[in-house]
């Protein structure tokens, strides 16, 4: 069984920093581009980062980039996002997202991924 397990959420307050981890178990994602999602109460589940297989190629939402970065490192089959500048309308529920073997790129589009943690809760207030 597949699991990608993210970790590091919380409450802090605005203008604080964060870093959420992804980690992967039951597979490797080498091959795969990785992103990060987040939804927030009585909102749709929006894009917030992706990284290609390799960490070369990254691709960010409008409203995170310069804040946030994304990266991996395949040899620990992890995916970070370190999150600066937190404002309370990065509140939500943060979700780790892998697309499928031989996937390489990156991709904004959720329904490019085929597998996804359980989500971390990260609160900013202000």
């Known amino acids: 069984q597949v699991l990608l397990i993210e970790s590091g959420g919380g409450l802090v307050q605005a203008g604080a920093s964060l870093r959420l981890s992804c980690t992967a178990n039951?597979?490797?994602?080498?091959?795969?581009?990785m992103g990060w999602f987040r939804q927030a109460p009585g909102k749709e589940r929006e894009f917030v980062a992706s990284v290609d297989w390799n960490g070369g190629s990254l691709l960010y939402a409008d409203s995170v980039k310069g804040r946030f970065t994304v990266s991996r490192d395949n040899a620990k089959n992890t995916v970070s996002l370190q999150m600066n500048s937190l404002k309370p309308e990065d509140t939500a529920v943060y979700y780790c997202a892998a697309r499928d073997f031989y996937e390489y790129g990156t991709s904004r589009f959720s329904r490019d991924y085929n597998y996804w943690g359980q989500g971390t809760q990260i609160t900013v207030s202000s």
């Open positions: 039951g597979r490797t994602f080498k091959t795969s581009g």
